[in-house]
């Protein structure tokens, strides 16, 4: 007998149901898996043509690394080392913009939280994995007092926990929404390089490091020199192409053009400028490579007759950059209105009082003093530092203000002008990472590590909060500017000049490109005339 | 004898005691501290602080000082702030190095300036006199790092024939060794060479006036033999004298030579740790030179007894 309507229809009525839970299951799956699926990490680049391969790369710097631990080290001298051998999460491509390292891929989840997915192929020196664990343990690290981390401040104010929801994925909550977070990660060293523990728990972190990187530690000849090996399971396989790389350390410029000329190394920096036509021949090349570093002159804004603004501008009247560069870089370097690069994220131009003997002459009479004064400029006691603080002082002395220059020994200078701030005129440089709100906010913001002036203007602060909450770039390079045209014309600093490094090679050297952010990937350096080869 | 020098021995103690004191205040006088040279101009100020507080540098001096001396009293010498490694093991591997060259420096002083000494004393007045007065002017008015810049320049960038950078170690390989001695050692002999010069020439001068000299020439010896045989050796005890002393001025020039030359040596490690204010390992390193100077000092005088016979200890 034929099934009666009822039974078809109920079997239709529960057809359709079976057929949209089906569904509904079938699109939840889909869904689920589309939130949780990350592709895996784009495929790395083919090898590279064998005949790159082999021989020892031997470069020269300036000193000798007094540790090689890359979450302490402040000195370029060690850092051009350690670059070598730990890479951080982010770092910064040739073009200034935040390019991938141990991370992949990053994305800003909400204004407080960013994700970080880590390559899966990363092994640290000693063979063992690094995951998401490893960059937790890193950065709880930084952010321990104990280690000594320049860091640690900036740590400490901002992450307020990190999570590793997997092996391969990191997540920083902020206190706060920063959009310095990936500069900071980027910057050049690696200060938030990713160390490995055992090495850390050994105590060996400073004298026998183990990191990441293309090369990895072999040998430390105090006082001679260092060398690295290639690491042969480094995630960028086929890299790197030099078997040995070895650091010498020469204090002196022109010891290190001998050596070079010599052969004895196949790379120098950084050489002195009157050095530069010894380093430009058919067989030896170099570059003049403009990096974020410069100079300055501050006064400290606690002491008379500084707390009177007209003083200072008159101070910044006084200077004529555009001389500095002249006698002390023979044209080489850039004179400046900021610290701010124009390569740097977020510039945008200013304009510091202009060079005007005139008015500073004027503008010491209406302060009161229309004979000048005398005081004490103290200097950074290194040669370039020096010659930039007799050139200042020689044209503050046109308008009346003499100053007698005085060059510390170095850790006595940072007593005197960083932390006791005991200082009345200062010289001083310094160099830094692509990231405008670490560069503006050290000098300007009420007690910035680097504020020698004792600077301090609610109205400044409260836009360095408001930009370092922005993630909108044309947002915050419009803070960063209002910021600086309220400062400039106050005058706690004035900023003398961008000089640049220069590096020098030999020509048969591929692949060497210096950047700007002062780092040296060695890497991708070779050469069929390096020795062993 | 062995009285004797268990006594000396017992007395390098107070004299250890005192240097340390010096030593201690000295270096504490000095403005600055490692932990604020070692962020240089990135300070982090509560590291700063918690670091500070941890190695105990907000503790009054005194109290930091006792604590020193109690750890060396124990064998201690502490770990360099800056390196992270225990000092005396530091110390021990930059010993070396400095040990050949301040070894080498003395017998490139002693056999340039006995020689002159004995050639310039045996004839006064003439030429070889006024050359030797010259070359003790040299050496004792020339400063240590321009000479060493003048030694580089002529036998490393125009000669090409000695190396000026760097040690190579005897187990390696001795030609390497001795030509990365030769400048630096040879430097710092010359330096030297000028004051023992200056004395030896002196004493000899005095003794070839000695009656005991007449009698022996009388007896129709040799200019030679006269010279080398029985006046130098009346000669020692200043020229014994003057090498102990220069010891301590060996130490204190090796330190610059050590800097021009790329030396990996002791002088070299403490004026590094000078710069970085690496307190424990100044302390400990100038100690060690301390101990090692006071050291010579009793081998020279232990050495008097048998250059001279007519000196006796009890």
Same mark, same amino acid.
């Given at each position: 007998?034929?099934?009666?309507?009822?039974?078809?229809?109920?079997?239709?009525?529960?057809?359709?149901?079976?057929?949209?839970?089906?569904?509904?299951?079938?699109?939840?799956?889909?869904?689920?898996?589309?939130?949780?699926?990350?592709?895996?990490?784009?495929?790395?680049?083919?090898?590279?043509? &064998? *005949?790159?391969?082999?021989?020892?790369?031997?470069?020269?710097?300036?000193?000798?690394?007094? *540790?090689?631990?890359?979450?302490?080290?402040?000195?370029?001298?060690?850092?051009?080392?350690?670059?070598?051998?730990?890479?951080?999460?982010?770092?910064?491509?040739?073009?200034?913009?935040?390019?991938?390292?141990?991370?992949?891929?990053?994305?800003?989840?909400?204004? @407080?939280?960013?994700?970080?997915?880590?390559?899966?192929?990363?092994?640290?020196?000693?063979?063992?994995?690094?995951?998401?664990?490893?960059?937790?343990?890193?950065?709880?690290?930084?952010?321990?007092?104990?280690?000594?981390?320049?860091?640690?401040?900036?740590?400490?104010?901002?992450?307020?926990?990190?999570?590793?929801?997997?092996?391969?994925?990191?997540?920083?909550?902020?206190?706060?929404?920063?959009?310095?977070?990936?500069?900071?990660?980027?910057?050049?060293?690696?200060?938030?390089?990713?160390?490995? @523990?055992?090495?850390?728990?050994?105590?060996?972190?400073?004298?026998?490091?183990?990191?990441?990187?293309?090369?990895?530690?072999?040998?430390?000849?105090?006082?001679?020199?260092?060398?690295?090996?290639?690491? @042969?399971?480094?995630?960028?396989?086929?890299?790197?192409? /030099?078997?040995?790389?070895?650091?010498?350390?020469?204090?002196?410029?022109?010891?290190?053009?001998?050596?070079?000329?010599?052969?004895?190394?196949?790379?120098?920096?950084?050489?002195?400028?009157?050095?530069?036509?010894?380093?430009?021949?058919?067989?030896?090349?170099?570059?003049?490579?403009?990096?974020?570093?410069?100079?300055?002159?501050?006064?400290?804004? @606690?002491?008379?007759?500084?707390?009177?603004?007209?003083?200072? %501008?008159?101070?910044?009247?006084?200077?004529?950059?555009?001389?500095?560069?002249?006698?002390?870089?023979?044209?080489?370097?850039?004179?400046?209105?900021?610290?701010?690069?124009?390569? *740097?994220?977020?510039?945008?131009?200013?304009?510091?009082?202009?060079?005007?003997? %005139?008015? /500073?002459?004027?503008?010491?009479?209406?302060?009161?003093?229309?004979?000048?004064?005398?005081?004490?400029?103290?200097?950074?006691?290194?040669? *370039?530092?020096?010659?930039?603080?007799?050139?200042?002082?020689?044209?503050?002395?046109?308008?009346?203000?003499?100053?007698?220059?005085?060059?510390?020994?170095?850790?006595?200078?940072?007593?005197?002008?960083?932390?006791?701030?005991?200082?009345?005129?200062?010289?001083?440089?310094?160099?830094?990472?692509?990231?405008?709100?670490?560069? &503006?906010?050290?000098?300007?913001?009420?007690?910035?590590?680097?504020?020698?002036?004792?600077?301090?203007?609610?109205?400044?602060?409260?836009?360095?909060?408001?930009?370092?909450?922005?993630?909108?770039?044309?947002?915050?390079?419009?803070?960063?500017?209002?910021?600086?045209?309220?400062?400039?014309?106050?005058?706690?600093?004035?900023?003398?000049?961008?000089?640049?490094?220069?590096?020098?090679?030999?020509?048969?050297?591929?692949?060497?490109?210096?950047?700007?952010? &002062?780092?040296?990937?060695?890497?991708?350096?070779?050469?069929?005339?390096?020795?062993?080869? | 004898?062995?009285?004797?020098?268990?006594?000396?021995?017992?007395?390098?103690?107070?004299?250890?005691?005192?240097?340390?004191?010096?030593?201690?205040?000295?270096?504490?006088?000095?403005?600055?501290?490692?932990?604020?040279?070692?962020?240089?101009?990135?300070?982090?100020?509560?590291? #700063?602080?918690?670091?500070?507080?941890?190695?105990?540098?907000?503790?009054?001096?005194?109290?930091?000082?006792?604590?020193?001396?109690?750890?060396?009293?124990?064998?201690?010498?502490?770990?360099?702030?800056?390196?992270?490694?225990?000092?005396?093991?530091?110390?021990?591997?930059?010993?070396?190095?400095?040990?050949?060259? #301040?070894?080498?420096?003395?017998?490139?002083?002693?056999?340039?300036?006995?020689?002159?000494?004995?050639?310039?004393?045996?004839?006064?007045?003439?030429?070889?006199?006024?050359?030797?007065?010259?070359?003790?002017?040299?050496?004792?008015?020339?400063?240590?790092?321009?000479?060493?810049?003048?030694?580089?320049?002529?036998?490393?960038?125009?000669?090409?024939?000695?190396?000026?950078?760097?040690?190579?170690?005897?187990?390696?390989?001795?030609?390497?060794?001795?030509?990365?001695? +030769?400048?630096?050692?040879?430097?710092?002999?010359?330096?030297?060479?000028?004051?023992?010069?200056? #004395? +030896?020439?002196?004493?000899?001068?005095?003794?070839?006036? +000695?009656?005991?000299?007449?009698?022996?020439?009388?007896?129709?010896?040799?200019?030679?033999?006269?010279?080398?045989?029985?006046?130098?050796?009346?000669?020692?005890?200043?020229?014994?004298?003057?090498?102990?002393?220069?010891?301590?001025?060996?130490?204190?020039?090796?330190?610059?030579?050590?800097?021009?030359?790329?030396?990996?040596?002791?002088?070299?490690?403490?004026?590094?740790?000078?710069?970085?204010?690496?307190?424990?390992?100044?302390?400990?390193?100038?100690?060690?030179?301390?101990?090692?100077?006071?050291?010579?000092?009793?081998?020279?005088?232990?050495?008097?007894?048998?250059?001279?016979?007519? #000196?006796?200890?009890?």
């Amino acid at each position: 007998m034929a099934e009666s309507r009822t039974v078809v229809q109920t079997r239709r009525k529960y057809l359709k149901y079976i057929g949209s839970a089906a569904a509904g299951v079938v699109v939840g799956a889909l869904g689920t898996y589309g939130a949780i699926y990350r592709p895996p990490p784009p495929p790395v680049v083919a090898p590279r043509p &064998l *005949e790159r391969y082999g021989g020892i790369l031997k470069v020269v710097v300036d000193g000798e690394a007094p *540790e090689l631990d890359p979450q302490v080290s402040t000195l370029f001298i060690a850092q051009w080392v350690e670059e070598e051998m730990f890479e951080g999460l982010v770092k910064f491509g040739l073009d200034m913009t935040i390019a991938p390292a141990l991370a992949w891929r990053w994305q800003r989840i909400d204004p @407080k939280t960013f994700e970080f997915y880590l390559r899966d192929n990363v092994k640290f020196h000693n063979g063992r994995k690094m995951t998401s664990a490893d960059v937790k343990y890193s950065f709880e690290r930084i952010k321990d007092p104990a280690t000594g981390s320049p860091q640690n401040h900036f740590f400490q104010a901002t992450i307020d926990s990190i999570d590793t929801p997997d092996d391969y994925t990191v997540r920083l909550n902020l206190k706060a929404p920063t959009a310095s977070l990936l500069g900071y990660l980027g910057t050049w060293g690696p200060p938030f390089a990713i160390v490995c @523990k055992e090495n850390v728990e050994a105590g060996e972190s400073k004298t026998k490091p183990i990191g990441t990187g293309p090369f990895k530690f072999k040998e430390w000849v105090k006082g001679d020199h260092i060398t690295l090996t290639g690491f @042969k399971d480094y995630w960028d396989p086929g890299l790197p192409y /030099a078997d040995e790389l070895r650091f010498d350390f020469q204090g002196e410029s022109s010891v290190m053009v001998s050596m070079l000329k010599a052969r004895t190394v196949d790379q120098a920096s950084p050489i002195f400028p009157t050095d530069i036509p010894a380093v430009d021949t058919s067989e030896v090349t170099n570059k003049v490579q403009p990096i974020s570093g410069y100079h300055w002159i501050c006064v400290n804004t @606690k002491v008379k007759p500084y707390d009177d603004v007209r003083v200072r %501008q008159a101070i910044a009247h006084a200077i004529d950059k555009t001389e500095v560069t002249q006698l002390v870089w023979y044209g080489l370097a850039r004179p400046i209105d900021s610290p701010l690069m124009y390569f *740097e994220p977020c510039y945008s131009p200013v304009k510091a009082p202009e060079y005007d003997p %005139q008015k /500073a002459k004027e503008l010491l009479a209406e302060a009161g003093y229309p004979d000048g004064f005398s005081d004490t400029l103290t200097a950074v006691p290194i040669t *370039e530092d020096t010659k930039v603080a007799t050139v200042a002082a020689a044209q503050l002395e046109r308008v009346g203000i003499r100053l007698k220059i005085e060059t510390p020994e170095l850790s006595t200078y940072v007593k005197i002008a960083i932390i006791d701030k005991t200082f009345h005129v200062a010289q001083c440089g310094n160099t830094d990472p692509p990231e405008p709100d670490y560069i &503006l906010s050290k000098f300007y913001e009420t007690g910035g590590s680097l504020n020698m002036a004792n600077y301090s203007n609610p109205e400044v602060d409260g836009l360095f909060k408001q930009a370092r909450e922005e993630y909108d770039d044309v947002k915050r390079t419009d803070l960063y500017r209002r910021i600086q045209e309220i400062v400039l014309p106050d005058a706690p600093y004035v900023w003398l000049e961008n000089p640049p490094r220069i590096y020098a090679w030999w020509r048969d050297l591929q692949g060497y490109t210096p950047h700007s952010d &002062l780092s040296q990937c060695f890497s991708t350096v070779w050469s069929p005339k390096l020795e062993g080869r | 004898m062995m009285g004797y020098i268990v006594k000396r021995l017992l007395t390098i103690i107070p004299t250890l005691v005192g240097a340390s004191i010096v030593i201690f205040s000295l270096i504490h006088i000095l403005p600055g501290d490692p932990i604020i040279t070692m962020f240089g101009k990135q300070p982090s100020f509560e590291a #700063i602080e918690y670091l500070r507080h941890q190695y105990g540098f907000d503790r009054p001096l005194y109290v930091q000082y006792f604590d020193w001396v109690w750890n060396i009293l124990q064998g201690n010498f502490g770990n360099s702030i800056r390196y992270g490694s225990p000092i005396l093991g530091l110390i021990m591997e930059r010993m070396p190095a400095t040990l050949w060259l #301040i070894v080498f420096a003395m017998i490139v002083s002693l056999s340039v300036s006995i020689p002159i000494s004995v050639l310039t004393a045996s004839r006064p007045g003439s030429m070889t006199d006024h050359a030797g007065t010259m070359f003790v002017l040299i050496g004792i008015s020339a400063p240590s790092f321009w000479l060493g810049l003048m030694l580089i320049m002529v036998f490393t960038l125009y000669l090409r024939v000695l190396p000026c950078y760097g040690f190579v170690g005897p187990m390696e390989s001795i030609p390497e060794f001795l030509a990365h001695l +030769a400048l630096p050692s040879i430097t710092l002999g010359l330096l030297m060479g000028g004051t023992v010069t200056r #004395i +030896a020439k002196s004493t000899m001068v005095e003794v070839l006036r +000695a009656e005991y000299i007449k009698f022996v020439r009388s007896k129709g010896v040799s200019e030679k033999i006269v010279l080398y045989k029985h006046a130098l050796k009346n000669t020692l005890i200043p020229i014994v004298t003057i090498v102990g002393l220069q010891t301590g001025y060996l130490l204190a020039g090796s330190v610059v030579i050590e800097q021009v030359f790329g030396w990996p040596g002791m002088g070299r490690l403490l004026l590094q740790a000078i710069y970085t204010r690496d307190y424990f390992l100044i302390q400990g390193g100038l100690l060690f030179y301390c101990a090692l100077f006071m050291l010579v000092n009793l081998a020279t005088d232990i050495l008097y007894a048998y250059v001279d016979p007519r #000196i006796r200890y009890e």
